[in-house]
């Protein structure tokens, strides 16, 4: 009797028994998919140590590339005295200026655009403005020629500054197109400010070193001026057109005449005077509509309010008026606007804003986080009514209510002395017009 070789038998069994695992584990596996799919598993979650399936992965990605095209959020501000903001820059602002005849505003940004906004539009709903771009570079000063024709600004990458001129077209528009050569570069520091004087006559560009130059509209420098303070704060031309003033780390600011002949040429650069008085480096100063008034801060944490109007070439010193407190300026770089008539001074240091009342030298007003980056510039319009302030992607507007409260304290002190009929008609009326300004913007104190 022949036994059945036993090496085949247990091959054939092995290979029927891995057979059956792998159908039992298949089948296992098919049922363990089906209870998680019915579980509510969240999309893209690991199962069993395995990677979250690809086109869920792809969505991810593509709602994240869509988070981060987004621009970011504007900085939200209210107040009882917000006027209006301007917000059609998708870049920072730093620097704007008011037009002479009161019909534009120029605004400069780090996206390569100054916007010409028409300012009869500020307390309207919509608010027109006009692009000029500014190629291969940005602005970071701007100025309106004295024309109101042309705007001249200085650029970050070129160091220098380009002119454009503004040429009007039949629908009132206009067409923003730029010289064909820059000025020469002649700063070695960075540049704080620069301005054109209402004559015509000249531009000044002041850097952060202790260096001002004077040229003329054709890029020649007609005169360099070395401060002597260490370095520049800032400098400007008075609205005479007769001075350029600069403070700095000295405690004092310097004014100088730009001197020109009969037949309107440059003739030399004088030393004029200066408004001694702080203790300690002066942050900023502005002119007066008329030059006969000059207000600087300083780090001693004081603000003064002068007279300007003397005979310097006698050697008569400006008077000084008013000294203010302002603790935010013996910590923090601060800036200042002089409303046109010196009624009200501005002062904003970081984000925030204080108005006070010159005649008392009292804060009226106070907007606190105004923006959502530094205020790099504050101006009021030509008629006194406005604040301009900028700092982030936006300008916000404010009404002058401490400007109003100070012509009816001047009127009031007026009619007192008013020796005629006529007059006291015309100080009435004055009155009653501030009166009721001041109840409009709901200001008018009891």
Known sequence: MELPQMPELMGVSLLLGLLALVATAAVARGWLRSEEETSGRPAGQKANGLPPDKSLKSKKQKQQ??????????????HRLLAAALKSHSGNISCMDFSSN?????????????????????????HRSMRANVELDHATLVRFSPDCRAFIVWLA????????????????????????????????????????????????????????????????????????????????????????????????????????GKKGD?????RAFELKGHSAAVHFFAFSNDSRRMASVSKDGTWKLWDTDVEYKKQQDPYLLRTGRFEEASTNPCRLALSPDAQVLALASGTSIHLYNTRRGEKEECFEQVHGECITDLSFDITGRLLASCGDRAVRLFHNSPGHRAVVEEMQSLL??????????????QLIQAQEALKSLGALKK
């Open 102 to 126: 009161g019909k534009y505003l120029a605004t400069c940004a780090d996206d390569r655009t100054v916007l010409i906004w028409s300012t009869k539009d500020f307390l309207q709903r919509e």
């Open 416 to 429: 007192k002395r008013a020796s005629n009929e006529s007059t006291r008609k015309r100080l009435q009326q």
């Open 266 to 270: 440059f003739q030399e650069v004088v």
């Open 65 to 78: 590339q869509r988070i981060r095209k987004e621009k970011p959020q504007q900085h939200n501000f209210t």
């Open 157 to 260: 990458n070129g160091d220098t500054l380009r002119v454009f001129k503004m040429t009007k077209r039949e629908d009132g528009g206009y067409i923003f197109t730029p010289t064909p050569e820059d000025f020469p570069k002649k700063h070695k520091a960075p540049v704080i400010n620069i301005g054109i004087a209402d004559t015509g006559k000249f531009i000044m560009t002041a850097s952060s070193d202790t260096t001002v130059l004077i040229w003329n509209l054709k890029g020649q420098v007609l005169s360099t001026i070395n401060t002597n303070q260490m370095n520049n704060a800032h400098a400007a031309i008075s609205p005479c057109s007769r001075f350029v003033a600069s403070c700095g780390f000295t405690p004092d600011v310097k004014v100088w005449e730009v001197c020109f």
